[in-house]
């Protein structure tokens, strides 16, 4: 388990109860372009290694409804075109 413990611009990660990493981020100095480039470097980084990133059990709970929905014809899909052009009427 992994908690993950916002101190100011410190980030506390305990994992397990037992090894703690802190990690010093100047959030408050950084551009949101640069944020938006560290949150990208972490994901290339989950990636590498995306066997071992654990996937939460309620991850697993809404695949099986949305697996039912459709079995049960009470779902519906959209051409992605579609779909793009009824998200920007509604923005």
Known sequence: MQTCIMVGNMVKYLIFG???MDISI???KMTINEKLRAIEEIWEDLL???ENVPSPAWHADVLSAREQRIRDDKSHFSDWNEAKSRIRKKA
């Open 26 to 28: 100047p959030l408050n």
């Open 18 to 20: 037992v090894r703690q």
């Open 48 to 50: 590498r290694d995306s």
